[in-house]
């Protein structure tokens, strides 16, 4: 009698990597693709799930450089981490972190993201807000300006609107100070704008701001102090 045997395959399951689903497989060939395997399922009808993102927690801040744009995901995001929020229950958010590498007034934002963002700076996690927008980078994305000291740590939160979640782009644009031009009009620039043609302005130095007269004649103007203002008041209130 002649006896045969058969081959039992391994048993299959869905292997997934983050969100996406890399077929059904055995859990040797899932664990070869760096993949996490479920048995007993398989795609594309079992929907895999997505991990957290890598910056879910405050703790867990991603740095980002000036001038650099960079890419992150608020989907999955747990929201655990949650402070007070932005906008109207904008719960799912995500954190970045930027050392600031000059002292003046930097502009940072959400430009270009895939939804609805809300934008918060705060001096540390679990810190005092320091700045919240919605809705600064038309349609629906965000923009905050503050006053930066260089050397000091930033704490970024990326959230959505009405917890709505995608994919977003966060950018940390150069800092400006006060320029004054030729004409004595006092506006915000970087240096090398403020010199260049067509401004050929002057710079008064890191963290040096405009104001804007408060009462008399020049109500209204942008100013570095009293004498912009023939003697009224200048407030140092201005963000642009």
């Known amino acids: 009698m ?3 045997c058969s081959i039992i395959p391994p048993p299959s399951g869905a292997c997934c990597d983050d969100g ?3 077929g059904t497989k055995s859990e ?3 664990q070869s693709q760096n993949g996490t395997w479920f048995p007993a399922v398989s795609c594309p009808s079992f929907a895999c799930p997505i991990s957290p993102p890598p910056n879910d927690l405050c703790a867990d801040c991603i740095r980002v450089e000036t001038g650099v744009e960079y890419h992150g995901r608020t989907r999955a995001a747990t929201g655990t981490d949650i402070t007070i929020g932005c906008v109207s229950n904008d719960r799912f958010d995500v954190w970045n ?3 600031a590498d ?3 007034r930097v502009s940072i934002t959400t430009c270009g993201s895939s939804f609805d963002t809300s934008l918060a700076v705060y001096d540390q996690c679990g810190g005092t807000r320091l700045a919240c927008n919605d809705d600064g980078c038309p349609p629906f994305q965000s923009k905050v300006t503050l006053d930066v000291t260089e050397g000091t740590t930033y704490t970024i939160r990326v959230a959505g609107y009405n917890s709505t979640v995608g994919d977003y782009t966060l950018k ?6 006060a320029c004054c031009l030729p004409t004595g009009v006092c506006g ?3 240096p090398s704008v403020c010199e260049a043609s067509p401004i050929f302005g002057t710079t008064l130095g890191p963290g040096s701001l405009c104001g804007v007269c408060s009462g008399g004649p020049n109500n209204g103007r942008k100013c570095v102090d009293a004498l912009d203002c023939a003697g009224s008041f200048c407030a140092y209130d201005l963000h642009d």
């Open 2 to 4: 002649t006896l045969s």
């Open 20 to 22: 996406a689903c890399l």
């Open 28 to 30: 040797v060939d899932c």
């Open 97 to 99: 972190c930027w050392t």
């Open 102 to 104: 000059c002292t003046g």
């Open 172 to 177: 940390v644009e150069e800092c400006k100070n």
């Open 188 to 190: 915000h620039a970087t």
